[in-house]
T-cell receptor
Framework: GESVGLHLPTLSVQEGDNSIINCAYS??????FIWYKQESGKGPQFIID?????DKRQGQRVTVLLNKTVKHLSLQIAATQPGDSAVYFC???????????FGKGTMLLVSP | NAGVTQTPKFQVLKTGQSMTLQCAQD?????MSWYRQDPGMGLRLIHY???????DQGEVPNGYNVSRSTTEDFPLRLLSAAPSQTSVYFC?????????FGPGTRLLVL
């Protein structure tokens, strides 16, 4: 289930389940979106991106969905593994040279 | 190709001390940036640069200085460290879109 912890929202799943992590973005002018994975003690790692002219993009075991109408982004992870346990951040920007704005993150805990 | 490198990995400072966090990238990226990350919060932009000789302030620039004399290097300077600057600092670089992050520097200011 999903719960709001002291610091970060946390999603706890069983190994093999599909995980869905949600993000509400703030700027209606944003046209480029990225999902990052951050493991404990490491820097954020690029997972997948999507431009605003798309509503879905698939990678290896991951899918990003974009709903511009409600400014919502989601990351779906298929067959979640313990190695997927990390904090996941969404980020938005206007395409080209501009700054990224990050969400506060969601912690994904995968139990064997 | 080392990507984005940061030094040191960990640093303890006393209030009022100065130090420079180093960041280097070997991807010939024009855009570089510094973020800080505090518990329960996302990454907040401190300063960024769109090319050598060009820098600009981000969301939380106070207490930090930057310069960009080369494409490869983007150091972050704390002139007089304060306990509020205890954080994890990440440097990132990008061409036009995806930003790639370094491993971070953990800074503790006593």
């Amino acid at each position: 289930g999903e719960s709001v912890g002291l610091h970060l929202p946390t999603l706890s799943v069983q190994e093999g389940d599909n995980s869905i992590i949600n993000c509400a973005y703030s700027n209606s002018a944003s046209d480029y979106f990225i999902w990052y994975k951050q493991e404990s003690g490491k820097g954020p790692q690029f997972i997948i991106d999507i431009r605003s002219n798309m509503d879905k993009r698939q990678g290896q075991r991951v899918t990003v969905l974009l709903n511009k109408t409600v400014k919502h982004l989601s990351l779906q992870i298929a067959a979640t593994q313990p190695g997927d346990s990390a904090v996941y951040f969404c980020a938005e920007k206007v395409e080209g040279y501009s700054t990224l704005t990050f969400g506060k993150g969601t912690m994904l805990l995968v139990s064997p | 190709n080392a990507g984005v490198t940061q030094t040191p990995k960990f640093q303890v400072l006393k209030t009022g001390q100065s130090m420079t966090l180093q960041c280097a990238q070997d991807m010939n990226h024009e855009y570089m940036s510094w973020y800080r990350q505090d518990p329960g919060m996302g990454l907040r932009l401190i300063h960024y640069s769109v090319g050598a000789g060009i820098t600009d302030q981000g969301e939380v620039p106070n207490g930090y200085n930057v310069s960009r004399s080369t494409t490869e290097d983007f150091p972050l300077r704390l002139l007089s460290a304060a306990p509020s600057q205890t954080s994890v600092y990440f440097c990132a670089s990008s061409s036009r879109e995806t930003q790639y992050f370094g491993p971070g520097t953990r800074l503790l200011v006593l």
